[in-house]
């Protein structure tokens, strides 16, 4: 008995640094027929992701994302938003998988991805649900239980927030690039924007706070209106 929960113990731990090695931002650059550079980078949180492909540009061309996990070398994804195959929502996908210390590689379609970071030293990396907004000094709460969400997902380095509805399998917008977080400031930095191309390239600076785990995030948004959000760590 003590050997065999030994072994347990052992592929317990395995698992969980397999998992680990996978956390953070991945890139993979390429270039159309016509020559234009684009690239492609996923964010993997705990049990949630995102993958977006843009060019050099900024011009947004599809996102993707939902919940993950392992089984030994199978990567699992269970699609919550996919703007190029919306049919593809709530379905699961297997993918044989290797990963390293820089180097992830996914063998269907040999697909090979650069890692960007390993979750750090962002002090907000993880999946996030919009949960709330602050009204007049108030707080006012939100059901993130229901099919509409906003997720924002981070990695160390890298943003991306995502509008969209699982029951629907309808995408309202995206957005991401890079983001620091120092003494309570978080400063975006924008690389692409399904909206509006023409947001790219700008910087927005928010004052944050964590308070009982919960983000607090106020600011301006990209058309200058007065934010008060409150973001809540997805489980």
Not at 94 to 106: A, N, P, R
Not at 144 to 161: A, E, V, Y
Request: net charge negative; hydrophobic share 35%; proline share 2%.
């Amino acid at each position: 008995m003590k050997q065999l929960i030994l072994v347990l113990s052992c592929v317990v731990l395995s698992f969980g640094m397999h998992a680990q090695s996978l956390m953070g931002a991945w890139e993979n650059r390429s270039t159309t027929n016509s020559g234009d550079a684009v690239k492609t980078v996923v964010i993997y949180a705990d049990g949630y992701f995102a993958s977006t492909t843009y060019t050099s540009t900024g011009t947004f061309i599809k996102t993707s994302g939902g919940s993950w996990h392992l089984e030994s070398d199978t990567l699992i994804q269970t699609i919550e938003f996919d703007t190029e195959a919306p049919e593809r929502v709530g379905t699961e996908h297997h993918f044989k998988m290797s990963v390293g210390d820089t180097e992830l590689e996914l063998t269907e379609g040999n697909l090979k991805f650069h890692r960007i970071d390993a979750g750090t030293p962002g002090a907000l990396q993880g999946a996030w649900l919009m949960s709330g907004r602050v009204v007049d000094g108030t707080a006012q709460s939100r059901d993130t239980s229901g099919p509409r969400k906003t997720m924002k997902i981070l990695s160390g380095t890298r943003f991306q927030w995502i509008a969209y509805n699982t029951e629907t399998k309808q995408f309202m917008g995206t957005g991401g690039g890079t983001y620091t977080s120092n003494n309570g400031a978080y400063t975006e930095h924008i690389e692409f924007f399904s909206r509006d191309n023409s947001r790219v390239g700008n910087s927005l600076q928010f004052d944050y706070e964590l308070i009982d785990g919960h983000w607090h995030h106020k600011g301006l948004s990209s058309k200058g209106a007065p934010i008060n959000e409150i973001w809540s760590i997805r489980e």
